[in-house]
């Protein structure tokens, strides 16, 4: 049973260039949430989607936006890129149901020049 | 203040200790509560998964949730040094199949043989 898996593993863009990374959840979760984690820090929450809509949002600019797709999977996108968007981007799955778990993915660390 | 501190360490012990990690928190409405382990470069992996107060134990591993007090603890018996990893806290609500993790910022752990 695959988990989560994101693709791509990792990535360089120029300041002002666009990005869109992707996620596959785990096998029978219909819920992924994405985060960005800055060097040293915790994973920062940007949104969730569910049943191909946003369920719930962080506090990120609307450079960012994302689309989930029929099939569960998810794409994340961030425009006019900022050198301070360089971290790792992680896709976490879930049943959607509430008391359930989160599973992570191995993320895609960006990095914006 | 933050909603979840956690003291990032680093935290060296030799191989054979207790190790005793902690986090405390502000928003009272937490009720899942959850310790993930992240191997650098890596994504978070999900270690034990609480609800409420109380203990639970699995294998070396033991969550403690003291509601009280908001305050939570990951004990770690027979340390190994491939126990060596960040280890973060995250807590929610309504749990993590529905709504965003918060996190701490991570203990950098690394046990010594």
């Known amino acids: 049973d695959a988990g989560v898996t994101q693709s791509p593993t990792h990535l360089i863009k120029t300041r002002g260039q666009q990005v869109t990374l992707r996620c596959s959840p785990k096998?029978?979760?219909?819920?992924v949430s994405w985060y960005q984690q800055a060097l040293g820090q915790g994973p920062q929450f940007i949104f969730q989607?569910?049943?191909?809509?946003?369920?719930q949002r962080g506090n990120f600019p609307d450079r960012f936006s994302g689309h989930q797709f029929p099939n569960y999977s998810s794409e994340l996108n961030v425009n006019a890129l900022l050198l301070g968007d360089s971290a790792l981007y992680l896709c976490?799955?879930?049943?959607?149901?509430?008391?359930?778990?989160?599973?992570f993915g191995p993320g895609t660390r960006l990095t914006v020049t | 203040q933050k909603e979840v501190e956690q003291d990032p360490g680093p935290l060296s012990v030799p191989e054979g200790a207790i190790v005793s990690l902690n986090c405390t928190y502000s928003?009272?409405?937490?009720?899942?509560f959850m310790w993930y382990r992240q191997y650098s470069r890596k994504g978070p992996e999900l270690l034990m998964y609480?609800?409420?107060?109380g203990n639970k134990e699995d294998g070396r591993f033991t969550a403690q949730v003291d509601k009280s007090s908001k305050y939570i603890s990951l004990f770690i018996r027979d340390s190994q040094p491939s126990d060596s990893a960040t280890y973060l806290c995250?807590?929610?609500?309504?749990?993590?199949?529905?709504?965003?993790?918060?996190f701490g910022k991570g203990t950098k752990l690394t046990v010594n043989p």
């Open positions: 928003n009272s409405a937490f009720q899942y």
């Open positions: 989607y569910y049943e191909e809509e946003e369920r």
């Open positions: 609480t609800y409420s107060s």
């Open positions: 096998s029978g979760h219909d819920t």
């Open positions: 995250a807590m929610s609500a309504r749990g993590g199949g529905s709504e965003k993790l918060v």
């Open positions: 976490a799955s879930s049943d959607g149901r509430p008391s359930y778990e989160q599973y």
